[in-house]
Structure formats: structure tokens, C-alpha cells
């Protein structure tokens, strides 16, 4: 027998050896929760805070001070992590999960924050920095935002999740401080509630005077209490109009026992504190 002849008939036997391999290999059908844990994997690992960490931990105190003028001198990794918020795909943003999009849409308005005083620092506050919020375009996903769209027609309009107050930095003295890490999807819960535990430990965001019978409150409570009412909505305890009793109910679970007791019996008045728009600057 000839080299062809062998050839031609060892041919068909290999392919029905492969045929019968590829018949008994199983094929996993059930495979909705694992394609979507995958999708979800390889769309946020694609996407790296890996510089936006780099600039926290370098230029951010533990007290969320910054330190502009370093940054400002050395922002190549601030202008590359914002770069890369252009050509992340809405395609694979929309496989995140809603915890993951809550952080990006934090890390993304703190970080164009950052961009946004270097571009105009030295200045004494944000609010001295001409259309900041309303003006000042951004692009995110191939998409022009401002910081006010940011805040108030994606995060407070598309999730129902109030603790973003307590991660959303605006660079002043009265925010919460900027933490010297990225929010992430994983994490999200349990930063926001340490950032609120800060928050709240500060006299100039909050303070329980028994003596007075006053309770002070950031700001921060009085223009966005509206945004804890879906979650903290309560009639029964507390005081004030249904914003103040919700602000209240969602504090206290924060609180030692006396002071959550002293909060729900409502034998107070609430005042609000002055805001600080001081630049957090280092």
C-alpha cells in the first residue's frame, strides 16, 4: 500500500474518532448565572481605577485634605484615568452591576472634581471657579456631562441610594472627606457607611446639644433630604417635616443607643449648620 492510499484511509477514521470526542464532550446549557457573572467580570476588569488609587493614596491625606499643587504639577495619571471615562463602552457599562455603576458614577464626579480646581488652582473655593457645575463638559462614554448632570439627573435620578451624599466630594471643607481610595461595586456599602460614621463625627456636620434640646445637621440634609425618604420615610418618631424625620431615622442607625433614644423621642429643635466651601486643599 501506497503513502496515499494509508493517507485516504486513515482520513475518515480520524474524523470519526473526532466526531465521537466531540459528541460525549458535555455542554454546559445552564449557563445564565455564569454568563452573566462572567460578562460583568471581564466588562469591570476591563475597566481600571488603577491611576484614579494612585492619585488618592499619593495626593489625599487620611483627613481628605488635598494636595492641589502636587497634583497639579504632576497630573499625568489624573489626565489618564479621566481619559480613559471617554472610552469606556456603554455596551459594557450596561452588563455592571448597579453597585459597580453607583461607584464609577462617585470615583467619576470625584475625580473630574480634582481636574477641575488643578485646571483653575490656586483659588480659595470651588464656588469661585465660573460654571463648575453647570457649564464645565466632561466626557464620560463618548458623552458631554457636567458635574450637576453627574449628581443630579444620573445618580440621584437613576438609583435609589442616598448614601451617595456621603461619597460625592465637591472640594470644600463641608463635604464629606475624599477617600484615599476608589469606590468600588464589592465595597460601596460598606465604605458609604464608614464615610458616613466620619461624617457624622464631625461638630460642623453634626451635633446633639441635650442641653438646648437642638439638633444641628450638615447641609448637606436640608437641600438633599428628600433623596432618604423612599428608604427612611417614618411618621411615628423623630421630628420635623417628613425630609428632617427620614435625614433623622437614617442617622440614628449610626448612633449609640442614648443618642438614637434622645433622636426618635422628637424633644428637640433642628438646626441647620453653615457650609463650609472652604477648598479642602493640603
Same mark, same amino acid.
Given at each position: 500500500m501506497n503513502n496515499f492510499q494509508a493517507l485516504t484511509l486513515l482520513i475518515p477514521t480520524l474524523f470519526l474518532m473526532y466526531s465521537c470526542t466531540t459528541e460525549t464532550t458535555p455542554l454546559n446549557l445552564n449557563t445564565e448565572n455564569s454568563t452573566e457573572s462572567s460578562i460583568t467580570l471581564a466588562a469591570t476588569e476591563a475597566f481600571s481605577y488603577q491611576n484614579y488609587e494612585q492619585i488618592l493614596s499619593t495626593y489625599v491625606d487620611k483627613n481628605g485634605k488635598v494636595n492641589y499643587k502636587a497634583l497639579k504639577e504632576n497630573r499625568k495619571k489624573l489626565d489618564e484615568f479621566n481619559a480613559s471615562l471617554a472610552t469606556l463602552s456603554p455596551d459594557d457599562f450596561a452588563n455592571w452591576t448597579e453597585k459597580e455603576k453607583i461607584a464609577f458614577w462617585i470615583n467619576t464626579y470625584n475625580s473630574l472634581t480634582l481636574l477641575a480646581i488643578i485646571e483653575n488652582y490656586p483659588?480659595?473655593?470651588?464656588?469661585?471657579?465660573?460654571?463648575?457645575?453647570?457649564?464645565?463638559?466632561?466626557?464620560?462614554?463618548?458623552?458631554?456631562?457636567?458635574?450637576?448632570?453627574?449628581e443630579h439627573k444620573i445618580l440621584r435620578?437613576?438609583?435609589?441610594?442616598?448614601?451617595?451624599?456621603?461619597?460625592?466630594?465637591?472640594?470644600?471643607?463641608?463635604?464629606?472627606?475624599?477617600?484615599? #481610595?476608589? $469606590?468600588?461595586?464589592?465595597?460601596?456599602? #460598606?465604605?458609604?457607611?464608614?464615610?458616613?460614621?466620619?461624617?457624622?463625627?464631625?461638630?460642623?456636620?453634626?451635633?446633639?446639644d441635650k442641653q438646648?434640646?437642638?439638633? $444641628?445637621?450638615?447641609?448637606?440634609?436640608?437641600w438633599f433630604g428628600e433623596d432618604f425618604i423612599s428608604q427612611f420615610k417614618i411618621q411615628e418618631k423623630f421630628t420635623g417635616n417628613d425630609k428632617e424625620r427620614a435625614v433623622l431615622n437614617f442617622l440614628s442607625q449610626y448612633l449609640d443607643e442614648s443618642e438614637k433614644e434622645y433622636l426618635m423621642n422628637g424633644k428637640y429643635q433642628i438646626k441647620y449648620l453653615d457650609y463650609d466651601w472652604s477648598l479642602n486643599d493640603k
Open positions: 483659588t480659595k473655593s470651588i464656588r469661585d471657579i465660573p460654571g463648575v457645575w453647570t457649564r464645565l463638559q466632561f466626557n464620560v462614554m463618548g458623552k458631554e456631562v457636567t458635574l450637576d448632570e453627574i435620578v437613576q438609583f435609589n441610594e442616598p448614601r451617595i451624599h456621603m461619597g460625592l466630594v465637591c472640594a470644600s471643607i463641608g463635604c464629606p472627606i475624599l477617600l484615599q #481610595e476608589a $469606590y468600588t461595586g464589592d465595597k460601596l456599602g #460598606e465604605q458609604l457607611d464608614k464615610q458616613t460614621r466620619k461624617f457624622i463625627a464631625i461638630n460642623d456636620n453634626f451635633k446633639i438646648d434640646n437642638k439638633v $444641628y445637621l450638615s447641609s448637606i440634609f436640608k
